[in-house]
């Protein structure tokens, strides 16, 4: 715990989205709230680098609708608060009663972790193994399972792009400047708009604050990147601009490429996507001739039409000239944990979805709730997520959360979720417990951050840990006596004999392996320094990873051999307070976590669908919804919904709708004027904001607004549009399911 008096510096990370940059900061003297922030030099990766967000993290830590106590909804609807007691025993029952009279498969969870916390993920194995819970799901199955899919089919893993030192990046739908993704954005765009050798490059319909940047913006028509990335293939196949040498050495497949790109009509491409092709051509060969090259999908691709066939697309630009395994190119990380394998593993039980990476697609979820098929999931464990919020069709979500027989929602906040929950349980925050996440994709140095509670946790909430290792206890999945045992050996004879003893326990009685993490927060937790208990899953983890990794471990400067270099990995984790490079590895290493050694260019599906691009006539909108919404945009004060309360925001409080002048006018819309905005799906009204940075017939509604919070008067008052009330399940990728948010048909009318 961080200590109260004054002055001091704590290190700590911003939770605000997924790269948790390094930050120091000084407490308030009661000790209960953040004072300043700074970057922290000494991260490894951040550098002491801050995008504007850091300064708002004491709205994460406090806020008025922060969860105390456990809550149960009445029969009349509204919640009452009950004791710890009482919510674990009847929680439990009625999810083992599910689990014996249906099956564990009955039982759905959902989430794990959000932007700055993927250790609950780790500990909710002791629910989900106690109770045999089959299936699951994250965010990550709204917008990247389609590229994890892909990635895992042509590099053996999910690759990221060397952007720092790449002669030619590009981010395809992808706005940095605002939404990060990797390390120092904002600094690392402008050193490359500055250097006249290197050359940046951004397709995004809209003039984005990267694309003010960018040597060469593409301002593709919206929902048309399928022709344009088609174009750019065509282009270095037909125009031969391959890097043959490359090719034969280090990947299979080309035949294929040439034969399904050799006849691609380029003009066509260059028609349908509002690209000319003079500018599709002279790109490719930049693309084709530039030593190095990285390139960024993200959710203005990954949001969309043809979203898989883009993934493999745009990897293809940079493959056939070679961009894969060398300096300024892509990568394949080595981190604790695997966050980002894409393997398909089978299907989901109602719908026959494609699960990749463990995750049934999120678009699936209300549907295989609502069926009456057999195999229809009952009950439903959600845990540092918002789904009703941040997935698509809210109104679906609430229905589906009410067909479920129970469900709990495990958070720190009253979210738009917890309100259509049975239970809902309060967690410790992230600055009250020790926490990490597993975003980490660096290269060649890896590093892992690990931080240290800031704040002591209020009366009430616990950390998840201790709420699943509760949940099995009450199950039944706890074998009595074995806490003290293991806590006993511990103490007698450290962590080496209780290394011994963990291991000959779980060789006795296999069984135990389910309610594992929640032992380790019980009996190892306690004993680790700083109030770390919630670490304690780590310390298997690092075993686990030391096991397959002594070089990469020994090279980043960490020691040992066998078990002895796990327990220093563990050590070195926990005692840092602003992380550590806990992988080194030389560029070859890459190869070995490829199959075969050899990048796979021939993805037959992707192939075929890529044939029929010329032929498909692309029809996104009609006279009913003559727009195009990008529902969701990454904004300078959007933060997914972590942060509740909308004072946060410093600029744009009612999070407007943009759209072009000349749209605007056509509709008798002044700025700042409200209007309606209708769907398929149903209908919201909007503050509007003109903007020429929207093509015309595009418009953008931001991210994570929509959400109700307290007002002075203690009653809840709703800040901007909440985007997914806009949205629904079916507008989605064929393959994965992943939501098309970006390219959602909407009608617009001035309202009073
Ligand atoms: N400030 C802030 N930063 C964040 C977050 C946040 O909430 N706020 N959230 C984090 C999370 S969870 C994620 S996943 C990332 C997402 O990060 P991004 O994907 O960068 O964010 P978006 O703004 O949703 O979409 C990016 C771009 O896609 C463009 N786009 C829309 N339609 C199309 C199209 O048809 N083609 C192309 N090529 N582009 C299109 C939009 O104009 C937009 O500029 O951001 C992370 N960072
Ligand atoms: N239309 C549309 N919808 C979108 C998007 C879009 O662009 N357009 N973007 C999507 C994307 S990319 C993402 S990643 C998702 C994000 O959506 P979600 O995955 O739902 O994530 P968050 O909004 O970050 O919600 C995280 C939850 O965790 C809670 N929380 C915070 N700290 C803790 C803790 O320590 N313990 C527990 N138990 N809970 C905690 C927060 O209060 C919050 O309720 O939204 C998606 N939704
Ligand atoms: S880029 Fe900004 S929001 Fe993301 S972790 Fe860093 S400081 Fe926080
Ligand atoms: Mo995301």
New binding site residues.
Partial sequence: MADKNSGEWHSTACVLCSLNCGVKVQLTEDGKSIARTRGDEDHPASLGYLCNKASRLDFYQNREDRLLTPMRRTAEGGYETIDWDTAISEIAGKLKGIAETHGGDKIFYYGGG??G?HL?GAYSRTTLATLGVQFRSN?LA??KTGEFWVAERMFGGYNHGNFEDAEVIIFLGKNPWQSHGFHRARAAIREMAKDPDRTLIVIDPKRTETADLADIHLAVRPGRDAWLLAGLVATIVQENLQDQDWIDAHAEGLSEVVDAFSETDIADCADKCGIDEAIIRSTARTIAKAGSVACFED?GVQ?NRHSTLVSYLQRLVWILCGNFARPGTHYTSNGLGNLGGGREEGKSPVLGARIIAGLVPCTAIPAEVMSDHPNHYRAMII?????V??LPDSPRWREAMRALEVSVV????M?ETAREADYVLP????YEKAEATFFNFEFPRNYFHVRKPLFAAPEGPLD?AEIHMRLAEAMGGVPEGIEEELKSILKKDGREGFQGAVFAKLAEDPSLMKVAPGLLYRTLGPTLPDGMQNAAALWALSHQHAAGNAESLHRAGIEGEGMALGENLFETLINSHSGVVMSDEPWEAIWSRTPGGKANLALTDMLADAAMLNDEVPDETDNEYPFLLS??ERRTYTA???LRNPAWRRKDPDGALYIHPDDAAKLNLGEGSSARISTQRGSMDVVVELSDRMQTGHVSLP??LGLDYPDEDGRLKTTGTS??EL?WSEWADEYVGTPW?KSVPARLEAID
């Fill in positions: 959000g932007q916390n609950p965010a709204q917008e959710l949001m845990e540092s997520g918002n789904p919020h941040s495990i958070d720190v906040s979210t967690a410790t925050s992230q998840e529902a969701g997914n919904t972590i991210n994570g985007p997914n949205t948010h």
